[in-house]
């Protein structure tokens, strides 16, 4: 049975779709099975992998009919052993339409569960704010994990996601945080130093150890339609992103 983790901020910009990508990919050098689950309807973590104008179908028809199966594609050009559920932006509509149906926040897990066994992992991205997907996302998940950025701004979007898992667990008694990335760190800023300190003091060990530090490459992959593994010159990305894979592997 697959383990599965949403990657959710209630706060755009910090990075979900990257670390999604990246640690799905990264977990397949693992020699993990992974999962995708692009749950926005922008579409970002579809086109991280350059399969935005190949999807006939998306996450949004297996969310409004139940009898529909979810819309696995390979990703295999970028990664053997990783598999993605495109979206698109038709998926806005369809948050709407559910709306009026029955087990609305129940679509994607009951989905979810007539493919985890062939998987060891499923990784969801999310859109930044708690809408019917993102709710789906968490009642889906047993973990999340949490990017942010070391800014202070973004420690109001924690808290606020933090009350957010808090509730839901009211639907889904067994998800819990899996940990918070400092995700797009410079540590050359003291803001941002400052702000990765009180992180850890505040939160702890439910900090990851493994922080992704600003790097060009990391944008240049995902512009190119592959992960950090698969980008000429991305080896440093690659290695941070390694470090993550192993950490969210021991947290069990």
Same mark, same amino acid.
């Given at each position: 049975m697959a383990r599965?983790i949403?990657?959710a901020? *209630?706060?755009?910009?910090v990075?979900?779709?990257t670390?999604?990508?990246?640690?799905g990919?990264?977990l397949?050098e693992?020699?993990? $099975?992974v999962?995708?689950?692009?749950?926005d309807?922008q579409g970002?973590?579809t086109?991280?992998f350059?399969?935005?104008k190949?999807a006939?179908r998306?996450i949004?028809?297996a969310?409004?009919d $139940?009898?529909?199966?979810?819309p696995?594609?390979?990703?295999?050009?970028s990664?053997?052993?990783?598999? =993605?559920?495109?979206?698109a932006i038709p998926l806005?509509?369809?948050?709407?339409?559910l709306?009026?149906?029955?087990g $609305?926040? =129940?679509?994607?897990?009951d989905q =979810?569960?007539?493919?985890? @066994?062939a998987?060891d992992?499923?990784?969801?991205d999310?859109?930044p !704010?708690?809408g019917?997907?993102?709710i789906n996302?968490l009642?889906?998940?047993?973990?999340?994990?949490v990017?942010t950025?070391?800014?202070?701004f973004?420690l109001?979007?924690? *808290?606020?996601l *933090?009350e957010?898992?808090?509730e839901?667990t /009211?639907?889904n008694?067994?998800l819990a945080?899996l940990?918070?990335l400092?995700?797009?760190l @410079?540590?050359?800023?003291?803001?941002?130093?400052a702000?990765?300190? /009180?992180?850890?003091?505040?939160?702890?060990d439910l900090v990851?150890?493994?922080?992704?530090?600003?790097?060009s490459?990391i =944008?240049?992959a995902g512009?190119?339609?592959?992960?950090?593994f698969?980008?000429?010159? !991305?080896? $440093? !990305?690659?290695?941070? /992103?390694?470090?993550l894979?192993?950490?969210?592997?021991e947290?069990?």
């Amino acid at each position: 049975m697959a383990r599965i983790i949403a990657v959710a901020n *209630q706060k755009g910009g910090v990075g979900k779709t990257t670390t999604t990508a990246n640690l799905g990919a990264s977990l397949t050098e693992l020699n993990r $099975r992974v999962l995708l689950v692009d749950m926005d309807p922008q579409g970002n973590l579809t086109a991280a992998f350059g399969l935005e104008k190949q999807a006939e179908r998306t996450i949004a028809d297996a969310l409004l009919d $139940r009898h529909c199966p979810l819309p696995i594609v390979a990703a295999n050009h970028s990664q053997v052993g990783l598999d =993605l559920v495109p979206s698109a932006i038709p998926l806005a509509g369809a948050e709407a339409a559910l709306m009026n149906k029955l087990g $609305r926040e =129940l679509r994607l897990r009951d989905q =979810l569960a007539a493919v985890d @066994d062939a998987y060891d992992f499923i990784l969801i991205d999310t859109p930044p !704010a708690l809408g019917l997907l993102t709710i789906n996302a968490l009642v889906a998940a047993t973990a999340v994990v949490v990017p942010t950025e070391a800014r202070f701004f973004s420690l109001q979007g924690l *808290q606020m996601l *933090q009350e957010s898992i808090e509730e839901i667990t /009211y639907l889904n008694p067994r998800l819990a945080m899996l940990g918070i990335l400092l995700s797009k760190l @410079d540590r050359r800023l003291r803001e941002e130093r400052a702000v990765a300190d /009180y992180l850890r003091n505040r939160w702890g060990d439910l900090v990851f150890r493994t922080e992704i530090g600003t790097n060009s490459k990391i =944008l240049e992959a995902g512009s190119a339609g592959t992960s950090v593994f698969r980008y000429p010159g !991305a080896e $440093r !990305a690659a290695e941070m /992103y390694l470090a993550l894979a192993r950490e969210v592997v021991e947290r069990g």
